[in-house]
């Protein structure tokens, strides 16, 4: 029981774990939850615990059939896991950001003392990278790929100047935005040292901000989005009609 509660202390800090398409972000913390369980509990088992007990038998140099007790130490099995079970039936992982169910990338998990740390980490305001894959001419009820179908329009007026351009103005307000919930004073060298060095963070609770969003693809009717993130972009919110 020592080694293996030794192993569980020692599960501390941050680790990353890729989601693939079509799994829930819940589902995967709890496999990943799961799989530490095993593991911790996979240790070797200490050595059981020995007790004393009194046994039957014939008195040895008695030609009569008499009996006596005799002490001698047996194993107790109280903390057998096949009588227990498993030593660890818990363990908090807790997840920094979540990802939509449709969504893959990368998922920031926290055990022990790092489960505070993923606190520390949204606070920061730290930016997020995401690769966006959009449709022209559709839309649907969720906004998904697998939604229902609610409008249908033409996009050949579509091209891929117009839309970087609106990818440009769209950039600019969020850039504005984000200076506006910095609180700081455009006009002191501070506040230009960390424009510089892109170090501008929101100082209260904002909406998602982007700090960067580009065109990766355009192979109408199908584009690729690229953007970067004060908060976690949903691919609904760029999807639909253009």
Known sequence: MGSRRLALARLHGLFAVYKPPGLKWKHLRDTVELQ???????????APEQRVRFLLGPMEGSEEKALTLTATSVPSLTNHPLVCGPAFTSLKVGVGHRLDAQASGVLVLGVGHGRSLL?????????????VRGLLGKATDDFCEDGRLVEKSTYDHVTREKLDRILALIQGSHQKALVMYSNLDLQTQEAYDMAVRGLIRPMNKSPMLITGIRCLHFAPPEFLLGTRNMLPLQAEMV???L
């Open 119 to 131: 606190t520390d980490m949204y606070n920061a305001h730290l930016t997020k990278d995401y690769t």
């Open 36 to 46: 530490l369980l095993k593991g911790v509990n996979a240790g070797k088992p200490p």
């Open 239 to 241: 999807q639909g009609v």
